[in-house]
């Protein structure tokens, strides 16, 4: 009889807990930073878009694309945030089997800003500091080509520091620690109201420009379709409520970014609009062939050019989105 009652109650944990965690549906995924741009993966945990689709995020804060990528290849991480350009070059290297295959941030609120002595673009000629998240990063190719328009070219006329997201390199500003650092929204807001100056907001001279997208590894993801399905659901319906929501978005926002909410409409506002949070979750490919046109002119890649598609995989949002 005790054997039957234990049974019974075995049984019963099914019907009353159908979601117990199980191993293969902990997953953990990898950002930069906890800054706002970041803030839709906070927004998918906090509203129950994750549970919904029975999976239990760890996020995870890695400072450097280059570490975040390496994760992925080793499997540490199932998903992370990771720059077109760096999948390309490993493209050419042999390694395809990291894919971007949802966007994060298709475009980007940076603004180059600088300490108040510098009034223009031009005056960071002579051997001025310039942060960045990752050297090799998308927003410093970024960063790069818009000082090259301009006359000012790396590495003669300045040197790139990799210091992380946007939150250090504003505190590395502060200090004077560097020169100018490329700052998203509302961290570029909030520096310009403490005296800095704005050389160029980035987000309108190149307005097609993929930043960085959600990355896989497809042999993992192969395996582990149902999952990335279900992943790409939780942040499709996280990017429709960001967007429809706007109310509770701005009242919530300021709880996950830990910034003054007088600075979160705005921003709201610049990343929904301008779609650098995708509506519906896809990558720009158009934003990708601009990454990989610079990169190319660097010398970073040999012809024949990768195409966007070539490191897009696009299946598991398609099946999301049924």
Not at 101 to 117: C, D, E, Q, R, V
Request: hydrophobic share 40%; charged share 20%.
């Amino acid at each position: 009889m005790r054997h039957i009652q234990l049974g019974l109650f075995a049984l019963s944990l099914v019907f009353v807990c159908p979601q117990l965690i199980r191993a293969d549906d902990v997953i953990r995924i990898g950002i930069i930073a906890a800054t706002f741009g970041y803030a839709p993966v906070y927004v998918a945990k906090e509203k129950g878009f994750f549970k919904r689709e029975g999976l239990y995020p760890e996020i995870v804060i890695i400072s450097r694309n280059e570490q975040i990528v390496q994760a992925l290849i080793s499997d540490s991480l199932q998903f992370g945030n990771v720059p077109p350009n760096l999948l390309a070059v490993l493209l050419q290297q042999g390694n395809r089997d990291i894919k971007l295959i949802a966007g994060s941030f298709n475009g980007t609120t940076y603004s180059l800003i600088a300490l108040p002595k510098y009034k223009k673009m031009e005056d960071l000629k002579g051997g001025t500091k310039l942060a960045m998240s990752g050297i090799t990063s998308a927003a410093a190719l970024m960063m790069k080509q818009m000082l090259k328009e301009r006359g000012v070219l790396y590495p003669r006329d300045y040197s790139l520091l990799s210091i992380g997201g946007s939150t250090p390199q504003f505190t590395a500003l502060q200090s004077g620690q560097v020169d100018a650092a490329l700052l998203a929204q509302p961290l570029s807001i909030m520096a310009v109201e403490q005296g800095l100056s704005n050389l160029g907001d980035a987000y309108k001279l190149m307005p097609d420009y993929q930043l960085s997208a959600i990355g896989a590894r497809e042999g993992w993801a192969q395996k582990n379709r149902s999952i990335v399905v279900r992943y790409s659901k939780a942040l499709v319906s996280t990017y429709r409520w960001l967007h429809d929501n706007r109310e509770e978005a701005i009242k919530i926002l300021p709880g996950i970014t830990k910034l003054d909410p007088k600075y979160i409409a705005k921003s709201w506002e610049t990343y929904t609009q301008t779609q650098i949070w995708p509506r519906n979750g896809e990558v720009n490919l158009k934003g990708v062939q601009t990454v990989l046109n610079l990169i190319a002119e660097e010398g970073a890649l040999k012809k024949p050019l990768p195409k966007p598609e070539d490191i897009v995989d696009s299946s598991y949002l398609e099946e999301a989105r049924k």
